[in-house]
């Protein structure tokens, strides 16, 4: 249970939420306006059964694990124990109850996607994306658009309140174009994430007309990240 793979992804996902709800096969980890969510396929990770149980401070809970490295780790009527030949240690869980609201969100969103029709789908390279976050972060640049016209993909990084000013363009060569379009993500969203390279599918609701991208790492197999995209 909690193997040392699952570990690892979760310490990744931390910046998007310090709270969740783990569950098998599917765990989401999802930022409590709910813009964006993380989806950990489990059992593609090799990962035990479990019972689902909530955790509060997950920072804390994963620090706590690295600490017995080769324990093991149960779970019995909501209390964590993990134990090694000299010690037991006991880690209360945070009820289900009190998270469910914000932090239990079905990965029935992802078949939505799938089946809804696809705009485009882009390969994004780890050094674009981390270009990405740090232009944004150094210039408190707030949006990253994402637009084609003419068959021709770019990425915009500005902010949507005067976009005139600090701007940087990126030229997408790597990507199927189906339609014209233009869509705002909040690069906010875009610094929570693992810093690697990603397919991106850009997906549109047929009765709202609103927008939604999927991100999967091309590396990270498990792992698939939903993030909304904003009103302009």
Avoid at 36 to 55: H, P, R, T, V, Y
Avoid at 74 to 103: E, M, P
Avoid at 131 to 158: C, G, R, T
Wanted: glycine share 2%; proline share 3%; charged share 30%.
């Amino acid at each position: 249970m909690l193997k040392k793979e699952t570990r690892e992804i979760l310490k990744l996902l931390l910046p998007i939420s310090e709270s969740a709800i783990l569950k098998y096969p599917i765990t989401n980890i999802n930022s409590f306006q709910k813009d964006i969510i993380a989806f950990i396929d489990l059992k593609s990770l090799g990962e035990s059964q479990f019972e689902e149980f909530g955790i509060y401070k997950l920072a804390e809970f994963l620090q706590l694990l690295d600490l017995f490295p080769d324990s093991e780790i149960t779970l019995n009527n909501g209390v964590i124990i993990i134990q090694n030949d000299k010690i037991t240690q006991r880690y209360l869980t945070t009820h289900i109850d009190n998270l469910k609201d914000n932090f239990d969100i079905p990965d029935t969103i992802l078949k939505k996607i799938s089946e809804a029709p696809k705009v485009a789908e882009i390969d994004i390279e780890r050094e674009d994306l981390e270009n990405i976050k740090k232009i944004s972060s150094l210039l408190k640049l707030m949006d990253l658009n994402i637009e084609s016209k003419n068959k021709e993909l770019s990425f915009i990084i500005n902010n949507k309140s005067n976009p005139e000013m600090n701007s940087q363009k990126i030229k997408v060569n790597s990507a199927k174009i189906y339609e014209d379009f233009k869509i705002i993500l909040d690069i906010e969203a875009i610094q929570k994430i693992p810093t690697t390279s990603y397919k991106i599918t850009i997906a549109r609701n047929k009765k709202t007309g609103s927008y939604i991208t999927l991100w999967e790492p091309k590396k990270l197999l498990f792992l698939k990240i939903v993030i909304s995209t904003k009103i302009f």
